[in-house]
């Protein structure tokens, strides 16, 4: 499927995150230790804040491996707050309106996993996106559709409860179509500010997610290292699999859960989906 990351904290250079860790995202997407495929070669984007309200992204078709447009970008551009993604595609075109994360106003989302029977139910979830939002989306991904419901549920508002929301429209919507597990996913999502993460599906047998550890400790654990020592306390990371193999750097997130990172403060929720207001037709 996909593999993806979310940082926050001090500002570090893009490269930091995405070539010079052992098991970087650029390595994830030849050799994936825990992802469905171990190749992820079909795209790739990344989104960060800088000086404007709206966060920058940059989308290319190519492998990430072997784009020489990014590793330019990644030694140059730097930023508190970044999401980057590689995409494996579950049969959607190879095209940039469909490689994450994708943007609305200030805030950017991204997914790994899929929506069970997306082309049987397609229709259902169009028709339940707000009329002022549909004009936006660009591709032809379940991830997408599934970034429009979210925002048509409250998003902006309240990002857990229209999560939730969300979910629960399109587990009502695949059911009533004969999907039996019609959600898998990690979602991450942020407004520049806040990260949510979420980690759920269906079958309750979710793609791999996990958090950073407090890196106050880990800057004592492992004095030496370069990318640490240029961190600040409250920086963190959420990532499909771990970016390299320091003991005790991460912590896997548990099955349905939604994880906040606000600042140096990070919690953990139970998440559920909630039932539709109105049911999919």
Not at 23 to 42: A, I, P, Y
Not at 79 to 108: D, E, M, Y
Not at 204 to 227: C, G
Request: proline share 6%.
């Amino acid at each position: 499927m996909c593999r993806w990351l979310a940082y926050s904290g001090s500002p570090v250079r893009l490269d930091d995150l995405l070539y010079k860790p052992a098991n970087s995202l650029v390595m994830q997407s030849k050799h994936s230790r825990l992802g469905v495929e171990t190749t992820n070669g079909d795209g790739f984007g990344v989104g960060w804040y800088g000086t404007e309200p709206t966060p920058g992204v940059f989308h290319s078709t190519e492998p990430a491996w072997h784009d020489r447009n990014l590793r330019e970008l990644a030694a140059q551009a730097s930023s508190r707050r970044v999401f980057a993604h590689i995409r494996a595609t579950t049969g959607t075109a190879i095209q940039q309106t469909n490689c994450h994360p994708f943007r609305h106003g200030k805030w950017l989302w991204m997914h790994n996993g899929v929506l069970g029977g997306f082309p049987q139910v397609k229709r259902d979830l169009a028709m339940a996106v707000d009329p002022g939002l549909y004009p936006e989306i660009e591709g032809s991904t379940d991830s997408e559709m599934f970034f429009y419901l979210a925002l048509t549920f409250g998003l902006e508002q309240d990002p857990r409860a229209a999560v939730a929301e969300a979910v629960g429209f399109i587990e009502d919507a695949g059911q009533r179509r004969g999907v039996e597990h019609p959600v898998q996913m990690t979602v991450a999502a942020t407004d520049g500010e806040t990260t949510w993460a979420f980690r759920y599906s269906s079958e309750r047998n979710s793609r791999s997610l996990f958090v950073s550890s407090d890196v106050a400790a880990l800057q004592a654990q492992y004095p030496e290292h370069e990318l640490l020592g240029k961190l600040s306390d409250d920086s963190r990371l959420v990532v499909s699999e771990p970016l390299g193999d320091l003991y005790g750097a991460w912590q896997e997130v548990p099955e349905a859960t939604c994880v906040v990172v606000r600042g140096g403060e990070q919690e953990q929720y139970p998440f559920e989906p909630a039932a539709p207001a109105v049911a999919a037709v």
